[in-house]
């Protein structure tokens, strides 16, 4: 089974659809946990997912806004969804009706 | 972005592979983070980078190379230990004491130790190979490797000194034992080559065999 952040990169990439690049999926992680997402992290992930065939990377257009810099552009595969997909129905199953609400 | 903290950025950033720079500046430049936060960015990735690079290379040494000195000041040990029995068992044997019943009783008595000591000294290093194979199978062979250099130069003095509470040829009680060239030299050699690498060759040929049946 993938990990919480793998589950985080799959599930960014995928709402990112077109315009998943590294900077767009660690800007997405951030916003959705609160917390910083290093560049280090989320590219070596990424790489780990490719490697598992979950994600397909390749180089992008170069723009102005980033200096006529590249972006590595990512896109979630068949086998990630489904990956992504079992980790999220384990979550919710192992959940139940727990409520995490503080007492 | 300017400064030079950002140089400085860019500068670790030719380590990485020239698409993975490219893209990693891009996004540090797009996020409008602060030079700190890239610089930090920056060296997070090229460290994790040199230690996936670095880490294969030296988890196999550092895995072979141990076991096989301690494989080695064991086998040395253990040596000396039969050496002294060999040279009081066959160093005076005559007919006369082949029908002298304490001559018997010595050897059973002793023999079962041996052996005992010998099995142990098999089992450890045909597994320590296993294990080694298990890693990789370059671990495995730098491991044989290894046990084969150091079956007739031994562990270095300093090492054999503080891994063996007991060595047999520091008692001068032994001296006469020890003094023949070849309980001193060649049968240490002979032990790590029967007991200790031919089981390990014999740990790493394993798996070929299966793949094979």
């Known amino acids: 089974m993938i990990g919480e952040f793998e589950y985080l990169i799959l599930a960014a990439t995928l709402r990112l659809a077109e315009e998943a690049y590294g900077a767009s999926i660690r800007r997405e992680i951030e916003e959705a946990t609160g917390a910083p997402c290093s560049i280090g992290a989320l590219y070596t992930t990424l790489d780990r997912l490719e490697a598992k065939g979950l994600v397909k990377t390749w180089m992008g257009e170069p723009t102005a806004e980033r200096g006529g810099r590249a972006k590595r552009m990512a896109r979630v595969t068949p086998a990630g969804r489904k990956a992504a997909s079992a980790f999220f129905r384990t979550i919710t199953r192992i959940t139940g009706d727990i409520v995490w609400s503080a007492r | ?213």
């Open chain 2, 1 to 213: 972005m300017s400064g030079h903290l950002w140089h400085l950025t860019q500068l670790i950033a030719r380590i990485l592979q020239p698409a993975e720079r490219e893209a990693v500046l891009g996004d540090l430049l797009e996020s409008g983070h602060s030079t700190t936060r890239a610089l930090r960015d920056i060296l997070g990735l090229t460290l994790r980078r040199a230690v996936r690079g670095i880490v294969p290379h030296i988890a196999s040494p550092l895995l072979a190379l141990p076991l096989a000195l301690l494989l080695t000041v064991l086998a040395r040990n253990i040596a000396d230990f039969i050496a002294i029995y060999l040279w009081l068992w066959t160093g005076n044997l005559d007919t006369h004491l082949l029908t002298t019943s304490g001559y018997w009783h010595g050897v059973t008595d002793t023999a079962p130790e041996l052996l005992l000591a010998c099995s142990s000294l098999i089992l450890w290093s045909w597994s320590s190979s296993a294990l080694a194979a298990r890693y990789s199978r370059s671990t495995a062979i730098l491991f044989c490797t290894a046990l084969l250099l150091l079956a007739p130069l031994g562990a270095p003095a300093f090492l054999t000194s503080h891994l063996s509470l007991i060595r047999a040829r520091d008692f001068h009680s032994n001296d006469a034992v020890f003094r023949s060239l070849f309980y001193r030299s060649l049968f240490p050699c002979l032990v790590q080559c029967l007991f200790v690498l031919v089981p390990a060759l014999t740990a790493i040929q394993k798996p070929t065999q299966e793949t094979v049946s």
